[in-house]
């Protein structure tokens, strides 16, 4: 298995672009989720999904939009791109009830 | 409303002396908690997790952590530092209500080990 997948990992955009970031699982999961990472903060939750069809918005939604075609594949899609959205940004997968598996990350400049 | 306090940002030790994280949490519901780390430039790794079995729960690396609902803590201790401790550990509750899956992160601790 090759666990959780995110691609690109690294990605600089100039402001106002847009652009989709990747996340893939092989693990059957019902849950995925997508997170940002800023110093000091920990992660907080964007967006997550209970499965294919169902998504939800976490605490930090704006400026995000997300979908869940698949099982497999949750991508995070950034409409209108703002230096504040520089961050690291991780995808995580988990069956029900149980812990998050997360990707490597996608760290991401907005210039 | 759940959360998450990391009572220390940064934390140095010695090696081979003990670690001690310190973590506290708010939850309506009974929660389930866990500690990741962060090596860095890396993902986060599961180190342990605790789901109301065992209140002492044993993780990889040496590692270990008690649930103390009395407290709301639960701390993340290691008997003997190695170098390779060295990273950012994350305190988590999951919400165990109606939003069954959600992750609450706590601002994380940095872990440095002196030679």
């Known amino acids: 298995n090759a666990g959780v997948t995110q691609t690109p990992k690294f990605q600089v955009l100039k402001t106002g672009q847009s652009m989709t970031l990747q996340c893939a699982q092989d693990?059957?999961?019902?849950?995925m989720s997508w997170y940002r990472q800023d110093p000091g903060m920990g992660l907080r939750l964007i967006h997550y999904?209970?499965?294919?069809?169902?998504?939800d918005q976490g605490e930090v939604p704006n400026g995000y939009n997300v979908s869940r075609s698949t099982t497999e594949d949750f991508p995070l899609r950034l409409l209108s791109a703002a230096p504040s959205q520089t961050s690291v940004y991780f995808c995580?997968?988990?069956?029900?009830?149980?812990?998050?598996?997360f990707g490597p990350g996608t760290r991401l400049t907005v210039t | 409303a759940q959360s998450v306090t990391q009572l220390d940002s940064h934390v140095s030790v010695s090696e081979g002396t003990p670690v001690l994280l310190r973590c506290n949490y708010s939850?309506?519901?009974?929660?389930?908690l866990f500690w990741y780390v962060q090596h860095p430039n890396k993902g986060l790794q599961l180190l342990l997790k605790y789901t109301s079995a065992a209140t002492l729960v044993k993780g990889i690396n040496g590692f270990e952590a008690e649930f103390k609902k009395s407290e709301t803590s639960f701390h993340l201790t290691k008997p003997s530092a190695h170098m390779s401790d060295a990273a950012e550990y994350f305190c988590?509750?999951?919400?165990?209500?109606?939003?069954?899956?959600?992750?609450?992160f706590g601002s994380g601790t940095k872990l440095n080990v002196k030679p």
């Open positions: 693990m059957n999961h019902e849950y």
């Open positions: 988590v509750v999951s919400d165990e209500g109606h939003n069954f899956n959600k992750f609450y």
């Open positions: 999904s209970v499965g294919a069809g169902i998504t």
């Open positions: 939850s309506s519901y009974s929660p389930s």
């Open positions: 995580a997968s988990s069956p029900q009830g149980h812990e998050q598996y």
